[in-house]
């Protein structure tokens, strides 16, 4: 992990499930000129629907969260859950993406996703992991999460999976800005 | 855990579709794991993570599918695995068919060897 996708870490139990959040902001380039969103996006830009269609003057085009980062905030939640696990002493890559079905249901500015995942298996090997992302309104923070996504996904602790390849000693997969992500989350 | 041979190839079927995002149908004892269902490298460990859970089993890095004989220059001379490699192979994999690998060892038949048969016969030993 190169980069930080996470804002926040909320849950962090040790080998059983981690759930981090990343708020949703207009102000981030990718967002704009990316993605058509749909024309189930309302103008309040919590509604959701199937995505895909092309943008015209009568649905207009919207800033969505691509699915491809999603699917990387979800990577980052799980692969701090493996590499926490073993308290951050393997390096944890990701190694295959199993499932990933997302319901349509756009994450637009002002929203916050939600990801949680669970280890299903754990092992000197690596791990495999599920879980969900869901989209939370802070305009409507009583209502029920919609559901963006079920995620499969496995990880691999490369030193013991890369038949004698040798791999530099420090741990370049959980740099500083991750181990700061924890402490600042309040759960390191 | 007592299961017929039909059930376990019911079962090692399971997995590697969910794995393998292969169709049912493609799923036969003969297919290859590698060349007819199209398992990557990083595949072998969902597949043995899949059926640690689905039998109940624990499975070490090597024991259902190793190729560590491949890299020992002992073993293997001018892309052909070694009689001694040979004999190597079939004391790590009891579990595989060896006797068409015999008429032609070539490193690149290996992969020959990994078939759907050999999995449930590597399954049936472990629950045995």
Same mark, same amino acid.
């Given at each position: ?48 629907? *199937?995505?895909?269609?092309?943008? $015209?003057?009568?649905?207009? #085009?919207?800033?969505? &969260?691509?699915? %491809?980062? !999603? ?66 309104? *802070?305009?409507?923070?009583?209502? $029920?999460?919609?559901?963006? #996504?079920?995620?499969? &996904?496995?990880? %691999?602790? !490369? ?30 | ?128």
């Amino acid at each position: 992990m190169r980069w930080l996708w996470l804002d926040r870490i909320l849950e962090l139990d040790k080998a059983q499930r981690c759930v981090a959040i990343r708020n949703v902001t207009a102000a981030e380039d990718v967002l704009h000129d990316h993605f058509a969103a749909s024309k189930a996006v309302n103008a309040g830009g919590f509604s959701g629907g *199937p995505t895909g269609c092309a943008p $015209d003057a009568e649905h207009p #085009a919207y800033p969505v &969260m691509p699915n %491809s980062l !999603i699917i990387e905030g979800f990577a980052q939640t799980a692969g701090i859950l493996t590499g926490h696990a073993n308290d951050f002493k393997e390096k944890v890559i990701l190694a295959k993406i199993g499932r990933a079905v997302f319901t349509g249901v756009c994450a637009t500015p002002g929203t916050t996703i939600r990801h949680t995942a669970e280890i299903t298996h754990l092992d000197e090997r690596g791990s495999s992991t599920t879980g969900v992302v869901e989209l939370l309104d *802070p305009a409507d923070p009583s209502a $029920d999460p919609k559901p963006l #996504a079920t995620i499969d &996904m496995m990880f %691999s602790h !490369i030193d013991q999976n890369m038949q004698g390849l040798e791999f530099p000693e420090e741990n370049f997969v959980f740099t500083d800005q991750f181990m700061d992500l924890l402490k600042r989350s309040g759960v390191q | 855990m007592s299961l017929s041979d039909e059930e376990v190839f019911e079962k090692v079927q399971e997995v590697l579709e969910e794995a393998l995002g292969v169709d049912e149908d493609e799923v036969t004892p003969t297919a290859t794991i590698g060349e007819d269902l199209g398992a990557e490298s990083i595949d072998y460990l969902d597949i043995s993570f899949r059926l640690e859970k689905a039998f109940d089993i624990k499975i070490g890095e090597t024991e259902m599918f190793d190729q560590s004989v491949l890299s020992d220059p002992q073993y293997v001379q001018d892309g052909k695995v070694t009689g001694e490699g040979l004999a190597k192979l079939k004391e790590k994999m009891p579990h595989a068919e060896w006797s068409a690998f015999e008429e032609d060892p070539q490193v690149d038949n290996l992969g020959d060897v990994f078939t759907v048969d050999m999995v449930c016969k590597f399954v049936k030993a472990k629950i045995a």
